[in-house]
């Protein structure tokens, strides 16, 4: 199924686009003449220098790499992933971002696991944790993959398809902020993968989430073709997204599938989506099938419930 970017989607690239360029132009107010007077060659040679103050978070170092991003220096992506490994990551991953090479995704998801001490434990042993709260506040390494943009798909979707290490999920979440629906196939296979009615779990339960709420941003405008994946023991964890999406019309078909093909996380789920009609199917379905739901659920970072109604 392939459906052409919609408003929404594009606007969202734009904001990110734009605030990339707001940070250029506000770096580009800021550097001294003698970085925007200097060479390629002698900017590179600087980032390789390394000089930056951590204190004050900035430093030639940091200054040169912002150059370079304005110039949107090509020759300079190897170096600047590179430096990705130093105290000025945060610089280097900004200005990849505005150079836009795909070569610098994988590097910059790295970057991004590396910042979530025990990301893939926590993750495996708590289905509420919620990378978007703790793994994505490193900005410039978020931003910066999805502001490369459409170019970032194909490496994206190698990363993801290595299975669900620490850079793959990144890579499921980096892809619904893309919004470009050829990570559809993919997604639906993760979505797909999950069994809870056997009690024999191909992937984990956050899998499932991740997926549904990144082909719930990419289809954000065309929630109708999600909607038959309800029909489906194996995609109905599409709910998830739809749930996050808010739209009032689809509540009938979220409660028919409850009702069909739920199982104890979705109804969990439903319970504290914050909608009255889907937590009312999900009380009558822990009734039914003998469950006593939990809610609110914990939430790992604070609050007190995973995302709900309408927080896509």
């Not at 734009?14 to 001294?32: K, N, P, R």
């Amino acid at each position: 199924m392939i459906v052409s970017a919609d408003r929404r989607t594009v606007g969202r690239m734009f904001i990110t686009a734009l605030a990339v360029t707001f940070v250029a132009v506000a770096l580009s107010g800021c550097l001294s003449p003698r970085y925007v007077d200097m060479n390629t060659e002698e900017l590179i040679s600087t980032v390789q220098g390394g000089e930056y103050d951590e204190v004050r978070g900035k430093g030639p170092a940091c200054d040169a790499a912002s150059a370079l991003g304005l110039r949107k220096a090509e020759a300079a992506v190897d170096v600047l992933i590179d430096a990705l490994s130093g105290p000025a990551e945060d610089c280097m991953a900004s200005a990849l971002g505005q150079i836009g090479d795909p070569r610098a995704v994988e590097p910059l998801l790295d970057a991004m696991a590396d910042e979530c001490e025990g990301f893939d434990r926590k993750l495996r042993d708590d289905d509420t944790y919620d990378v978007t709260d703790v793994c994505l506040d490193f900005q410039s390494a978020d931003d910066a993959p999805i502001a490369i943009g459409n170019a970032a798909v194909d490496p994206l979707l190698a990363l993801a398809g290595v299975g669900a290490e620490p850079q793959a999920e990144l890579a499921v979440v980096v892809l619904g902020e893309v919004g470009d629906s050829r990570a559809e196939t993919y997604l639906v296979e993760r979505l797909a993968n999950y069994r809870s009615s056997t009690r024999e779990t191909i992937e984990p339960e956050f899998v499932r989430r991740r997926a549904a709420e990144a082909l719930a941003k990419i289809f954000r405008s065309h929630v109708e073709s999600l909607l038959p994946r309800l029909q489906s023991q194996s995609t109905v964890g599409i709910a998830y997204g739809i749930i996050g999406l808010g739209q009032s019309s689809t509540e009938p078909d979220l409660i028919r599938a409850l009702q069909t093909f739920g199982d104890l996380p979705l109804a969990e789920f439903y319970l504290n989506c914050g909608r009255p009609s889907l937590e009312a199917a999900a009380t009558d379905w822990g009734v039914e099938h003998g469950y006593t739901l939990r809610y609110p659920l914990p939430r790992i970072g604070g609050g007190t419930a995973p995302r709900g109604w309408g927080d896509l």
